[in-house]
RNA sequence: GCCUCGAUAGCUCAGCUGGAUAGAGCAACUGCCUUCUAAGCAGUAGGUCAUGGGUUCGAAUCCCGUUCGGGGUACCA
C-alpha cells in the first residue's frame, strides 16, 4: 500500500474517532503539496470543519497529530489555512528511488487479471493521395495510444484499415487514364502516393473547371456536380470497378501498388507499424452482406429507386442511406463490413477507433446500426475523436493542395537538425550515419512531442511560416537532458566510479528532493494517461521531469561532489531520470539519443 | 435551423474528477560557459481565465444564458 492510501485511511480513521464522522475514501483526498509550500502531502480540512465545529487550523492540528502519530513514514506536519501539509521521512523518498532505479519496467503495469484484448484502428489512409499533417496527428496519436494501453497492462492489436475503394480513388484513376501518358513512378522518378495525389488534385481542378461552365449556363450547383462529364466518368469506374472489370480491376491494382510503396516508406520514417492491415475492398462485400440481411429482417427498408436506407429517426437522427441506388456501397457499409470481421478474427474485449472529430456523427451512426444489426458490442466502440490540425489560412484539404505534405515536413524538420547541430559544433566526433541517424531522431522528437503535447481533443494549429522549436518545452529539449545524463555516466564508467544503491543516507537538497518526487508520480501519470486515452499528459510530465533535472544539474556537481554517499546518491537519481524519461517518450513512439 | 466541440499572456499550449498567489514555452529585455553537454540555468515584463448570472466555505474548473469560432447534419471518405 502506497503512502498516500496510508494517509488517506489514517484521515478516515481520525474523523471517526475525533469527531464521530464515517465516510469513506471518496471523500478524503490525499494531494501532492503544492511546490511553493512545505509539505509532501496535503488534506484539505474545510470540508471537515462542518462537523469538526471547530476552525480550520484546529481541525487541520488534530488530524495531523493523530495521522502523524499513525503512519511512521510521516515525519511531522504544518497547518497553513485550512491546508494540511504532511512532510514525509527522507527514508521514504530513498527507499523509493532505490526501487524505481532496480525495477527495469518501472512505472509500468505487467499483464495482469484486468488484461483487456483491445484493437486499436489507426492511420486509415485513403489511396488516392499522400499522407498530410492531418494524418501525422492520427498516426502519432493511434500509436502512442497502443504503447499505453501496453504501459497499463492490456494486449494491443494495431490495426489499420486501407480505404482502397471508393469514388475518391476512381476519380485519381480517370485523370490519369485520360492525361497521365503512362506516366509511372519509375518514369517519372515521382513517389507512387505523390504521383496518385498528382491526378487526384488534376481531377478536381477539372471537376471545378466543369461544374463553373455548367452553372453558367443555369444548372444548380448540385446538378452541375452530378452531371459534369468528368464525375460521371468517374462513377462509371466505380460501377466497373464493382463489376469486376478486368481492365479497372488491373488499373486500381497497379495505381494502389504504387501508393502502398509510398506509404511504407511514410509508415517507418514516422516509425509507426500496423499487427493487421484490412483492406475495405475485403470487407465491403461482408458489409454489402450484412445491410442486405438487415433489409430481409425488416431493420433497414428500400426506396423506390433501389438505394437501401436505416430509419434513425426513432433514435433522434435522420435517415441514413447505406447502399446507393446503383447498388455500390458508401463508407458506413465498408464500416460495418469491417467490423463484423474483426471481430470473427480477434478475441477483442474492446475496439478503439483512432479518427478525427468531423466522423463523431458516423461512429454515433455506426454503434446504432451494428446494435440494431444484432451485434452486442456495437454500442461498445469507442471513438477516439480527435481534433484538427489547421493552418493559418484554416483546414487542410487535399483537393485544393493546402496540405502540408508529411515526407515534405519530415525531410524539412531532418534539415533544420542537421543545420543546427552542425552550428552547435554537436556530434563532430560521430560516424556520417550515425550523426545522420541522430538528426532524424531529433526531428522526428520535435515533430512528435509538438503535436503530441496538446490534448488531442482539441483542435491544434500548426503555422509553416515558423518553423517547430528546438528548444523550450519542446521533444528535443527532453532528448538533449537524455543525452546529457548519458554524457555524465560515460564519464563516471571512464572515472571508474562505480556506483550502488547502497548509499548511506546523505542529506537531500530541496531541489534533489522536488525531482524524486517527479519521478515517483511516473506511475500515476501512466495511469492517468492509459484512463483518459491522453498522450498529452505523459508529454507534459516528461518535460516537467526534465525541466527540474535540469535545475538540479545546474545547482549540483555530480562527479566532482566529494562526499561519496552523495555522488552515489546523485548517480542513481541521474540515471533514474534518463530511465523514466526514455520510457515515458518511449510512450509517445520518441527515441532518446545517447548524444546530441 | 438542429446537433456537437471549443474560447486561459502578443503567439502556441498546460491547468478543467472544485482548493492556497492561474503555469510553461516562444517572441522582447537582463545576467550566467578556464569546472560533469549553454538544444541549458536564473531573472524582468506580460492575465477582467470570452461575457452575464447561479451553486459553494472556496470556481479557470460544475450548472444556465449570451457572444464569437470550429466541425457535423452528402447517393464524398
Redesign the pocket.
Given at each position: 500500500m502506497n503512502l498516500e492510501v496510508l494517509i488517506q485511511h489514517a484521515t478516515i480513521e481520525a474523523l471517526k474517532k475525533l469527531y464521530d464522522y464515517d465516510t469513506d475514501t471518496a471523500l478524503v483526498?490525499v494531494?501532492n503539496?503544492?511546490k511553493?509550500?512545505i509539505?509532501d502531502f496535503?488534506i484539505?480540512v474545510?470540508?471537515f470543519v462542518?462537523f469538526s465545529k471547530k476552525s480550520p487550523e484546529v481541525t487541520g492540528k488534530e488530524i495531523g497529530n493523530f495521522v502523524t502519530e499513525k503512519v511512521n513514514l510521516i515525519d511531522s506536519f504544518q497547518v497553513?489555512?485550512?491546508?494540511l501539509?504532511f512532510i514525509v521521512k527522507n527514508d521514504y523518498w530513498l527507499k523509493y528511488l532505490r526501487d524505481a532505479f532496480n525495477d527495469n519496467s518501472f512505472g509500468l503495469i505487467n499483464q495482469g487479471e484486468n488484461c483487456k484484448t483491445i484493437m486499436v484502428e489507426y492511420s486509415?489512409p485513403?489511396t488516392n493521395k499522400p499522407l498530410h499533417l492531418g494524418h501525422i496527428r492520427n498516426n502519432l496519436l493511434g500509436y502512442s495510444i497502443s504503447e499505453i494501453l501496453k504501459a497499463n497492462g492490456h494486449k494491443v492489436i494495431k490495426t489499420n484499415i486501407v480505404?482502397d475503394?471508393?469514388?475518391?480513388i476512381c476519380k485519381s484513376m480517370y485523370a490519369w487514364q485520360k492525361w497521365g501518358n503512362g506516366e509511372t513512378p519509375e518514369s517519372t522518378g515521382i513517389k507512387g502516393d505523390h504521383l496518385v495525389g498528382k491526378y487526384y488534385v488534376e481531377f478536381s481542378n477539372r471537376l471545378k473547371f466543369e461544374i463553373a461552365e455548367l452553372m453558367s449556363k443555369g444548372f444548380s450547383e448540385e446538378e452541375a456536380?452530378?452531371n459534369a462529364p468528368s464525375m460521371i466518368a468517374a462513377?462509371e469506374l466505380?460501377v466497373k470497378w464493382e463489376a469486376n472489370d478486368p481492365e479497372t480491376i488491373n488499373l486500381w491494382k497497379t495505381m494502389n501498388e504504387w501508393v502502398y510503396k509510398g506509404f511504407d516508406e511514410t509508415y517507418r520514417k514516422l516509425g509507426v507499424d500496423f499487427d493487421k492491415i484490412y483492406y475495405?475492398s475485403d470487407t465491403y462485400i461482408t458489409g454489402k452482406e450484412e445491410v442486405l440481411r438487415g433489409e430481409k429482417e425488416g431493420v433497414f427498408f428500400r426506396?423506390e429507386?433501389?438505394?437501401v436506407w436505416a430509419d434513425l429517426t426513432a433514435d433522434?437522427l435522420?435517415q441514413?442511406?447505406l447502399l446507393?441506388?446503383?447498388g455500390?456501397?458508401?463508407?458506413?457499409t465498408?464500416d460495418i463490413g469491417t467490423a463484423k470481421m474483426r471481430y470473427n478474427d480477434f478475441d477483442i474485449d474492446k475496439m478503439i477507433y483512432v479518427v478525427?472529430?468531423?466522423?463523431?456523427?458516423?461512429f454515433q451512426i455506426l454503434a446504432l446500426l451494428l446494435d440494431k444489426l444484432g451485434y452486442s458490442w456495437g454500442k461498445d466502440l469507442f471513438h477516439f475523436s480527435y481534433?484538427?490540425v489547421?493552418l493559418?489560412s484554416?483546414?487542410m484539404k487535399s483537393r485544393e493542395g493546402t496540405v502540408v505534405d508529411a515526407d515534405d515536413l519530415i525531410e524539412e524538420m531532418t534539415d533544420v537538425?542537421r543545420k543546427?547541430?552542425q552550428e552547435?559544433g554537436?556530434?563532430e566526433s560521430l560516424a556520417k550515419d550515425e550523426a545522420e541517424a541522430?538528426?532524424r531522431m531529433?526531428a522526428l522528437g520535435?515533430l512528435k512531442y509538438?503535436i503530441l503535447?496538446?490534448?488531442?481533443?482539441?483542435?491544434?494549429?500548426?503555422?509553416p511560416e515558423?518553423s517547430i522549436?528546438?528548444?523550450?518545452?519542446?521533444g528535443?529539449?527532453i532528448?538533449?537532458?537524455h543525452?546529457?545524463i548519458?554524457?555524465?555516466l560515460?564519464?563516471a564508467e571512464e572515472k571508474q566510479i562505480n556506483f550502488t544503491t547502497d548509499f548511506l543516507l546523505p542529506e537531500i537538497s530541496q531541489k534533489e528532493k522536488d525531482l524524486l518526487k517527479t519521478i515517483t508520480l511516473f506511475p500515476d501519470v501512466v495511469k492517468?494517461a492509459g484512463d483518459n486515452y491522453?498522450p498529452?499528459?505523459i508529454a507534459?510530465y516528461c518535460?516537467e521531469l526534465?525541466?527540474e533535472y535540469?535545475?538540479f544539474?545546474?545547482?549540483?556537481?555530480?562527479?566532482?561532489?566529494s562526499d561519496e554517499a552523495k555522488r552515489n546518491f546523485r548517480l542513481v537519481l541521474s540515471s533514474t531520470v534518463a530511465k523514466v524519461a526514455k520510457t515515458g517518450m518511449g510512450l509517445l513512439g520518441i527515441q532518446m539519443?545517447?548524444?546530441?
Open positions: 483526498q494531494q503539496t503544492r511553493d509550500q509539505g496535503t484539505v474545510f470540508p462542518r497553513v489555512k485550512g491546508f501539509n486509415s485513403n480505404n475503394r471508393g469514388i475518391h456536380e452530378n462513377r466505380l475495405e426506396k429507386d433501389q438505394s433522434g435522420d441514413k442511406l446507393r441506388s446503383d455500390t456501397s458508401v463508407y458506413i465498408q478525427g472529430n468531423e466522423q463523431n456523427y458516423h481534433g484538427m489547421e493559418p484554416g483546414k537538425a543546427m547541430s552547435l554537436k556530434l541522430t538528426y531529433i520535435a509538438f503535447k496538446v490534448d488531442p481533443r482539441k483542435n491544434m494549429l500548426f503555422n515558423e522549436d528546438f528548444n523550450g518545452n519542446t528535443p529539449f532528448q538533449y537532458t543525452a546529457r548519458k554524457s555524465v560515460r564519464k492517468e491522453s498529452a499528459v507534459n518535460y526534465v525541466k535540469n535545475q544539474y545546474h545547482d549540483h556537481s555530480i562527479l566532482a561532489e539519443p545517447e548524444r546530441m
